[in-house]
């Protein structure tokens, strides 16, 4: 089983940058693929971002590509969001996410229902 912890979240202005973490208990946390989630009020959860159990694939949403960069440290059980140039719409609640059965190159699934173990949740507030 692995658990998971978010943190790095608060507010900032827009075009402002945050740093986003995601601590995992567990020696097993490699074996897992790996997504980033978000959660407006009053919006379904989102897909951000996604990185394979090697973290050597990436992939992510239109939505902030090109701004947000997701790696990870198996060593250190830790998932990184880098968020750059953030944007009032990227206001939400931010949730990693670890799904299991994918393999070591192979992208995690976009899809939240496939995810086996979620994080608190951190929430990012981008002021305009």
């Known amino acids: 089983q692995v658990q998971l912890v978010e943190s790095g979240g608060g507010l900032v202005q827009a075009g402002g940058s945050l740093r986003l973490s995601c601590a995992a208990s567990?020696?097993?946390?490699?074996?897992?693929?790996t997504g980033w989630f978000r959660q407006a009020p009053g919006k379904e959860r989102e897909f951000v971002s996604g990185?394979?159990?090697?973290?050597?694939?990436?992939y992510y949403a239109d939505a902030v590509k090109g701004r947000f960069t997701v790696s990870r440290d198996n060593a250190k059980l830790t998932v990184y969001l880098q968020m750059n140039s953030l944007k009032p719409e990227d206001t939400a609640v931010y949730y990693c996410?670890?799904?299991?059965?994918?393999?070591?190159?192979?992208?995690?699934?976009?899809?939240?229902?496939?995810?086996?173990?979620w994080g608190q949740g951190t929430q990012v507030t981008v002021s305009s």
């Open positions: 567990g020696r097993t946390f490699s074996m897992y693929g």
């Open positions: 996410a670890a799904s299991s059965g994918t393999s070591w190159a192979a992208l995690p699934p976009r899809g939240a229902n496939e995810y086996d173990y």
């Open positions: 990185i394979s159990r090697s973290g050597g694939s990436t």
